[in-house]
């Protein structure tokens, strides 16, 4: 396991700022209470974005008794306020003291990665706004989390890498089948030769992204709209980009391309994402690029590896999963299934010499755990700026409609007009 050399130590971070700590990050109320954790061994965390997603990974960090979120921000009044309220009744209910009241809420992400006292933050907000926050943050010292898929853009992928890097932060991607157990044991199988050689790959995930042209509705007045856009050029508020918080579905602003990437990224962050396991082109990716014959098609786009395995964006019959096949069977996952033809591949128990991939079995749990370790995560960057990448110019070559040569190593394509798509144009003073 890589470890991240970092010249300040995290036992040396902690003794600093404990002072400070033990009178901002728990409220007197709860210390020596039920789950007392000294906050000089706490990992103190910041989440920015409280939409409906931020709610399912509060769930993994609040049972952590070495982890304590103190601090949230949004550009929506409503959510932001709501998010605390479940938030303190969450910790009330862990350490059995009703009233509890330890998070602060900003409308401005910059006043909470200010903080001395905020280790780390969690980035959950629409993928056009990942790169800038999780660079921002980075700046400030926080090891951060970012959800899938990390990057909106080709380019802003290749600068989160250097900036963590060059900060020498733990950055986890969001891509959580990665401590899964069956999605581990499927791409140990393939990597392991129990399939043969793999000649196919089949993903089925959604859509690919389409352009938005929604009309204008009334700004409601508790959400910042001006600051939702951010990087993203000017347009008019609709309800369907930023839903009302008694909207229980997920926001569709992920269809479009301004702000996030349609199916293929979306779901493909996920699936694409195995696929790359399975392949081991973590820190690759493919070498071409051929979209489907009929012009407006939603699936048919092939991936070409350098070493010639075709992966295809392709709905075979199993809801969104991923098949591998080979020259001696074939294996399928999902998060519904693991299966194999034959069936004994299953069965197969891999060598002491074998490939053993990566093993985390708690995605939140990993980030914290590396945080203290300074060691890499199991999705660290680099694999998450990866799996973006196939993502997005699979985005590209839809949009584009031809044949195209991608180069992993330069990250350009030989064609200059889809190379124009690898960014986007930003909106001042946004800018990545």
């Not at 960090?61 to 959510?79: G, H, M, S, T, W």
């Not at 996030?260 to 790359?276: C, R, Y």
Request: net charge positive.
């Amino acid at each position: 396991m890589k470890k991240i050399q970092n010249n300040t130590s995290r036992r040396k971070f902690l003794k600093t700022t404990s002072k400070l700590a033990v009178f901002t990050l728990v409220p007197r109320m709860v210390l020596g209470g039920r789950g007392y954790v000294p906050p000089s061994d706490q990992i103190t965390i910041g989440f920015i974005g409280t939409g409906k997603q931020s709610r399912g990974l509060s769930g993994g960090y609040i049972p952590l008794e070495n982890v304590r979120i103190i601090a949230n921000a949004d550009v929506d009044q409503q959510k932001r306020e709501a998010y605390a309220q479940w938030i303190n009744e969450k910790y009330a209910e862990r350490t059995g003291k009703p009233g509890y009241s330890g998070m602060d809420i900003y409308g401005d992400y910059h006043e909470l990665i200010g903080r001395e006292d905020i280790d780390a933050v969690i980035v959950a907000t629409p993928d056009h706004w990942h790169a800038r926050i999780a660079i921002d943050a980075m700046n400030e010292g926080k090891d951060v989390y970012c959800e899938k898929p990390m990057a909106h853009t080709v380019f802003e992928g290749r600068k989160m890498v250097e900036a963590t890097r060059k900060k020498k932060r733990v950055f986890q991607t969001g891509s959580m089948q990665r401590s899964w157990k069956d999605f581990r044991r499927a791409c140990e199988l393939v990597r392991n030769g129990y399939a043969g050689d793999i000649r196919t790959i089949k993903v089925n995930v959604g859509d690919p992204a389409i352009r938005c042209d929604l009309p204008g509705e009334d700004q409601p007045a508790h959400l910042d709209w001006n600051m939702w856009l951010g990087p993203a050029q000017e347009r008019p508020y609709n309800s369907i980009l930023s839903p009302p918080i008694s909207y229980d579905g997920w926001p569709n602003w992920r269809k479009y391309w301004e702000y996030g990437g349609g199916g293929v990224t979306d779901w493909g962050a996920h699936m694409f994402d195995i696929a790359q396991w399975g392949l081991g082109m973590d820190e690759s990716g493919p070498v071409e690029l051929i979209p489907p014959a009929t012009a407006g098609a939603v699936r048919g786009l092939r991936y070409i590896y350098s070493n010639g395995v075709e992966m295809v964006h392709e709905d075979f019959g199993r809801g969104y999963a991923v098949e591998f096949i080979g020259t001696k069977g074939t294996i399928r996952i999902s998060r519904e299934f693991l299966e194999a033809e034959p069936e004994n591949i299953l069965s197969a128990e891999i060598p002491s010499g074998g490939i053993q991939l990566y093993k985390s079995d708690n995605h939140y749990k990993n980030w914290i755990d590396c945080i203290l370790s300074r060691e890499m995560p199991v999705c660290d960057v680099e694999t998450g700026h990866r799996t973006a990448t196939v993502c997005n110019i699979g985005n590209i070559a839809y949009k584009m409609n031809k044949p195209l040569k991608w180069d992993p190593v330069k990250e350009i394509f030989d064609n200059k007009e889809a190379n124009s798509w690898l960014t986007k144009k930003y909106r001042k003073p946004y800018k990545v």
